[in-house]
């Protein structure tokens, strides 16, 4: 099936620092992507729609002066945690759709963040 | 917020077929049932999905009722690494692809 990946898998920051999460769709061409944020023992909350050429599109309650998304080509989406907190720590998945219509939503592999 | 009902948990044996249910009493015509999976600590994992009728795949059946108000997904040899929290999300397609997760069933299943 289609693959989507993240990098980095893994990151730890200092708090008041700014991280970027990239997610690629590596063997096709996604228009829109979706970036999610899951806390520890919870499920998955949608946080933002990145839509290629034009402005995210955010859920309500997520701030995004925080949370910058770019999405600049059809395969690649990113998402920056400006000003990271500790309470920023958490797992960002992003996933992209193959095909017109959304038969299948590929996700990344995740990329837990710790703010220190 | 999620349009399903799960079972929190549910264990299984080795070997044998786990069953996992859904509720999706106010599900649209035109919208499909999905399952995903998500083993800890990564991102989650298409299974299947399905409109009316039943489907099966590599990995796993889904069974639909006839009113559609509820699904079942079987995986029929259960597998130490099918261990995980499986979600079930109904969804309509077209141009959004936003699926919205429940709290899902976490699956365990023991030797």
């Known amino acids: 099936g289609a693959v989507v990946s993240q990098h980095p898998s893994w990151v730890i920051c200092k708090s008041g620092t700014s991280v970027k999460i990239e997610c690629r769709s590596l063997d096709f061409q996604a228009t829109t992507m979706f970036w999610y944020r899951q806390f520890p023992k919870q499920s998955l909350m949608l946080m933002a729609t990145?839509?290629?050429?034009?402005?995210?599109?955010?859920e309500q309650g997520v701030e995004k002066d925080k949370f910058l998304i770019n999405h600049a080509s059809l395969t690649l989406s990113t998402l920056t945690v400006t000003s990271a907190h500790p309470e920023d720590s958490s797992f960002y998945i992003c996933?992209?759709?193959?095909?017109?219509?959304?038969?299948?939503?590929?996700f990344g592999q995740g990329t837990r963040l710790t703010v220190v | 917020d999620a349009k399903t009902t799960q079972p929190p948990s549910m264990d299984c044996a080795e070997g044998r077929a786990a069953n996992l249910p859904c509720n999706h009493s106010t599900i649209s015509g035109n919208e499909y049932v999905y399952w995903y999976r998500q083993i800890h600590s990564q991102g989650p994992q298409y299974i299947i999905h399905?409109?009316?009728n039943n489907e099966t795949n590599e990995m796993a059946s889904l069974i639909i009722t006839e009113d559609r108000k509820s699904s079942t997904l079987i995986l029929p040899h259960a597998t130490l690494r099918d261990t995980a929290v499986y979600y079930c999300i109904v969804f309509y397609g077209g141009s959004q692809g936003n699926l919205i997760f429940g709290k899902g069933t976490k699956l365990s299943v023991k030797p």
């Open positions: 990145s839509n290629e050429g034009s402005k995210a599109t955010y």
């Open positions: 399905g409109l009316k």
């Open positions: 996933s992209a759709g193959y095909g017109g219509d959304w038969t299948e939503a590929f």
